[in-house]
Every structure is written in structure tokens, then in C-alpha cells.
């Protein structure tokens, strides 16, 4: 399955820490840093996120939360207000490379970047510390029939 963004917010919910507002230039246009390569862009609003702009409250649940990032309050999706004028840095993210979801349908853990397994599920940490982390295999795409092999034969669903 391919990768499907549900819109959880996760992704940029640290991102303050990179992406500073220089200056709000009017007119929805506004000049902003990457703090880690010195980069400037100039993004604008997404017209059809104006009136997100004003509301911070998505803060009070991420205080380090990309300056950007709001709660849509008709449907309650997070969303990027600039999402149209993003940077490359957001363009090319991906939220995860391998999803692992549990027999009820749960998620329970991300592959991330190259091998990196993100989980707070303690029987998923110790599966694949003993079973895939193990995997020795050169090219991504085996690596992954692998991973996935495993995991699906103790009863996970692997997404792409």
C-alpha cells in the first residue's frame, strides 16, 4: 500500500525547533529560516487556510510545533497552512517508510529513514530487536521483503 498521510500532525510536531518566521511580510506571504542550514524562503498562506492563521491553540498540544502547523476545526485534521509554498525539507519528508499495524488494526511502530524502528510497544521493540534488527541485507528493497516476512509471520500488517 502506498504512503497515505492521515493527517495526524506527528510530523512537524517538533519542527520549531528548524523552521523559524522571520517576518510576516502581509498579504499572507511570509519570510521564514530553516535555523539548521540558514536557508530563507518566501511562503504564503494557502488561501484556503487564512483563518487558520490566527489560532495557536494547536500549541498548547505541541509547544514546539512547526509555526505553521494548525488544527483544521471543522474536521480536526492537522494541517500545514503553507502547504502549497512548503519548503523542500517538507516536500521530500516522509512520515515513515514501513507501517506496523497490530491484528486490530492499531499502529504500533514506523520504520523511519533507513532501519529505524519508532515504537512505545514493548513486544514489537523486543520482536524486532531479536528478529529483524538482525536482518543482514544490503539492498533496501530485500531488507524489506525480509522485515516485512517477519513480521507479518507473528501476525503484524506492514504497510509501504
Known sequence: M????IQCGECCSQMGDVHLVREDCGDGSILMENRYTGEVHTVRVDPDRALLLADRSIFERWPLACPFLREDPVDGKVCCII???????????????LLIVDARGTRVGRVMERRHLATDDPALAA???THVACIREDDDARWDERAIA???????????
Open 150 to 160: 517477519a513480521l507479518t509471520g507473528v501476525g503484524y500488517i506492514v504497510r509501504r
Open 127 to 129: 520482536f524486532w530487536e
Open 83 to 97: 502547504h502549497h509554498t512548503r519548503p523542500d525539507i517538507c516536500r521530500e519528508y516522509r512520515c515513515w517508510r
Open 2 to 5: 502506498p504512503f497515505a498521510c
